[in-house]
């Protein structure tokens, strides 16, 4: 359904009006999202401009990855960013059944040009730089960061950050990651610093240090596919201090930014979110949050 003008709306609205004097009827709200302008925008459940009537296009990365998906399968709901999706669909109104899936290249989701999809999820970060090509909603995950050593090592059977005081840990120059070794864990040793995370993983396989830190993404990505002999440890607590976002994005146009912007931000504040982070970002992966 698109959005009503502003006479037909008035018209409406007198209609409505005289509908309850006359019969006592009373319609249901509907959410309402602010425009860019400022404006209420009516974030009808179920009747959005789509790009398909009646249904919510989401795109999507292949492979996808777990725990961000399950089974290569982004449609079965399993996994942190397919279940986000579809409680994210459910707040707009569409059933599972009315959300179609489509295969979007990472780099393609977020460049230049016309979107053939209602909202793209796959672990993009919220950057200055890309909303001058697309659209992004309020952020659905802020990115921790985590440990990773292999599994055979001491440092995987850690469970705290005593646990990992007295190791030797590693991370890339400049990064939240060496922020956190040196803030959060102050090690008894000095950490390893690497020009680059490639450097960094590779002193982990050779045994140059007992574990890395890097971003839980590059965490779940190096043990998945890089280094399977190692697990990821843990994850930090959240820190306020130059948080990474990932956001849902849509075209730069779209009309339906802010009322997927306010079904996120609905997610997070009846803690929807933080319950499906928990079960398929901590407990899924064994990755609990190290205090």
Partial sequence: MHLLNRPLATALCSAVALCAALTGCSPQPEEKASGKDGTATSCTPGGLATKVPGKLTVGTDRPAYAPWFADDDPSNGKGFE????????????????????Q?????????????????????????EARKKAVAFSSGY??????????KSSKAAK?????????????????????DVINDLVEPTQRPAV???????????????????????????????????????????????RNTERFGLVLDRDSGLTSCVSAAVDAL?????????????????????VLT
């Fill in 82 to 101: 397919s279940a986000v999706a579809y409680a994210v669909a459910k707040r707009l109104g569409y059933d599972r059944d009315d959300v179609v899936w």
């Fill in 194 to 240: 690497y020009q680059r995370n490639d450097f960094a993983k590779s002193a982990l396989k050779n045994g140059q240090v007992d574990a890395i830190v890097v971003d839980l993404p590059t965490a779940f990505y190096i043990t998945g596919a890089e280094v399977p002999e190692a697990k990821v440890v843990g994850q930090f607590p959240t820190s306020r």
């Fill in 141 to 150: 995950y802020d990115v921790r960061q985590a440990v990773v050593a292999l």
């Fill in 103 to 127: 295969n979007v290249p990472f780099n393609s989701s977020f460049a230049p040009g016309a979107k053939k999809f209602d909202f793209d999820i796959n672990q993009v970060s919220i950057s």
């Fill in 268 to 288: 997070r504040e009846t803690g929807t979110l933080a319950t499906l982070e928990k079960k398929w970002l901590s407990e899924a992966v064994d990755a609990p």
């Fill in 158 to 178: 850690a469970r705290s950050l005593a646990g990992l005081k007295d190791l030797k840990l590693g991370a890339q120059v400049g990064t939240t990651s060496l």
